[in-house]
């Protein structure tokens, strides 16, 4: 402890970047040797002693996975089941959401609380049988609607939760001037929540897309008719199919990274206020 | 009567999409799920279900495989939840610190999280390869490793590599959480500290480390009863194996219905997840309340 205050703040601060280096590379690295791999040549891939960076660079993998297999109708699948729950979850989560929040007097609504908190606690494996057999029962088994009522069951709870949270935040002046002014309850929720409540929306949403768009057991359980496979499926069935053709599926891990790359470069800032008023509120 | 629907009706059609949704597809099939656990039910065969009252869960208790299962369920959910607590409030005292270019390594260290299972999954199970994954290949140059470990198949390290590949896509979310919370700490304080001499770890067990309680049960509590009830990690990574050294309850839940067509039994070991995972919060939170009783004389 002989060292100098400015001598002792420099060797936190080398330890500190070290630290941060070693646990990007740790993040990072998988999703950079999963594209390394993925524009090497088939014969570089299999090579006990595998170089970092490729002489020959190749698109071949990805000119594969694109047009020889069925992964462009798995990712509008992926497209429209994930959207389409997306909406249907926060379109019932904002109503719900405003009920906890504004109108939690009525009776039941604190009991629908409650009920959405303990939601959280049910396996889905518990659920995946009775579901299973409703959706056989009512004809929705490789279906879009069957997938998007399944994903939204899960989503709904978490939504709700987290735009309670910031509903609760939004001061109830400004309703009640609105009130004055004559507004009913649903032109209120229009004009005036929705607005304010963009980010925290917008943040739901992107929550809820991260997770439809890796949604696996669901689709896994109640899908057999490989045209409506999603991609996360699509792809895990590639894996029997390719066991050892590890380059072409890396370029499918690849693809499907990339559209969830660009939404998060655009949303990184609403992704990560809306986890925390989600966390530290919830 | 006509006025408390007037007030309360606005309440009550807002609700009705949500109440409808959780009633027709959670509260009923759980209800279903425990009324199958007394029957004896086939998914194939269409017909009447036969009651054998308590016949599902002695067979299951009976069957040895389904104490292995126990055990790796909870190996797997408190080595999983234990590496994404340390990792994650590791690197959010990191990002926490003065540094240049938080915005990068803050997007750098949620990347994980964003990435789906599958890919995850699939990325990993090749860098584990043990013909050609990386892996094997950077630990036998450094010369850690003399011949190359097959991580995903060997009935040694398949828990621990399962476990790994978890920790890596789920720490990011409590890298997030904690980070918010220590955005809010009053630098003041921690100063006032340091001047009355105190070192940094007594600044963080003293001052951070209390106010990282609250979420801290939060994330946990959470993440118990998400890992336990996972699925889709192990299967996509090992399907159970190799020999069920990976295979959870959650996994065995699946095979037994989806594969054996057990509806009965597998209703049964759902059910005894249930309890195990009411038993595990029972304690934990018991655990939590002594320590505090513990904390206030």
């Known amino acids: 402890m002989h060292l100098s205050r400015k001598t002792k703040k420099r060797l936190l601060s080398t330890v500190t970047y070290f630290f941060l280096l070693i646990a990007s590379i740790y993040s990072l690295f998988p999703i950079f040797w999963a594209f390394l791999t993925a524009i090497k040549p088939a014969d570089e891939v299999r090579s006990p002693t595998p170089t970092l960076f490729t002489a020959n660079p190749t698109l071949e993998n990805f000119r594969s996975v694109l047009f020889e297999t069925q992964f462009p109708r798995y990712f509008l699948n992926s497209v429209i089941v994930s959207v389409g729950s997306v909406l249907l979850s926060i379109f019932i989560g904002v109503l719900a959401a405003y009920a906890l929040s504004r109108l939690s007097k009525s009776p039941g609504v604190k009991t629908l609380g409650v009920g959405m908190l303990l939601a959280q606690m049910v396996p889905v494996v518990l659920l995946m049988i009775p579901l299973y057999r409703i959706m056989m029962n009512l004809g929705l088994l490789d279906s879009y609607t069957g997938l998007i009522i399944s994903y939204t069951v899960f989503a709904v709870p978490i939504i709700t939760w987290m735009l309670k949270g910031f509903f609760d935040t939004i001061p109830i002046e400004i309703e009640e001037s609105a009130m004055l002014d004559g507004c009913n309850k649903f032109y209120l929720i229009v004009r005036i929540m929705l607005p304010l409540s963009v980010p925290a929306i917008v943040s739901a949403g992107i929550y809820a897309l991260v997770h439809a768009w890796s949604e696996f057991v669901l689709t896994f359980t109640f899908v057999s008719d490989d045209s409506m496979r999603t991609l996360s499926t699509g792809v895990f069935n590639f894996m029997g199919l390719w066991i050892v053709d590890w380059g072409r599926l890396m370029a499918a891990a690849i693809l499907i990274i990339i559209p969830i790359a660009i939404v998060f470069t655009f949303i990184q800032k609403y992704l990560v206020s809306g986890l925390t008023a989600g966390s530290t509120k919830g | ?297």
Request: proline share 3%; net charge neutral; aromatic share 14%.
């Open chain 2, 1 to 297: 009567m006509i006025s408390f629907l007037k007030k309360h009706t606005i309440a009550y059609v807002f609700m009705l999409p949500a109440v409808v949704f959780l009633i027709l597809l959670l509260l009923v099939p759980i209800i279903n799920v425990f009324i199958k656990s007394f029957y004896e039910s086939n998914l194939l065969i269409v017909g009447d279900d036969l009651f054998i009252g308590l016949q599902n869960f002695i067979n299951v208790m009976q069957d040895p495989l389904f104490w292995t299962n126990v055990k790796n369920s909870i190996v797997y959910t408190f080595g999983s939840v234990g590496g994404e607590y340390v990792v994650g409030l590791g690197t959010a005292i990191l990002l926490n610190q003065n540094i240049k270019g938080r915005a990068f390594f803050r997007g750098a260290m949620i990347i994980p999280w964003v990435v789906p299972i599958v890919v995850a999954g699939m990325t990993w199970r090749w860098m584990l390869n043990p013909d050609y994954g990386i892996i094997n290949v950077l630990l036998m140059n450094i010369g850690i490793l003399d011949q190359s470990i097959n991580w995903l198949g060997s009935e040694t390290t398949a828990m621990f590599s399962v476990i790994w590949v978890n920790v890596w896509r789920s720490f990011p979310f409590y890298t997030i959480s904690f980070l918010a919370v220590l955005q809010t700490i009053n630098k003041n304080e921690l100063e006032a500290a340091e001047i009355d001499g105190a070192n940094m770890f007594q600044k963080f067990w003293n001052i951070t480390f209390p106010k990282l309680k609250g979420i801290s049960i939060i994330l946990i509590v959470l993440h118990l009863i998400w890992t336990f009830n996972n699925f889709d990690f192990i299967w996509i990574l090992t399907e159970g194996g190799p020999l069920n050294a990976t295979e959870t309850l959650a996994i065995a839940t699946y095979k037994e219905a989806f594969m054996k067509y057990h509806y009965g039994t597998a209703s049964a070991i759902s059910v005894l997840m249930v309890v195990i995972l009411i038993g595990m919060m029972a304690l934990y939170f018991w655990l939590q309340n002594k320590q505090e009783a513990k904390g206030d004389n």
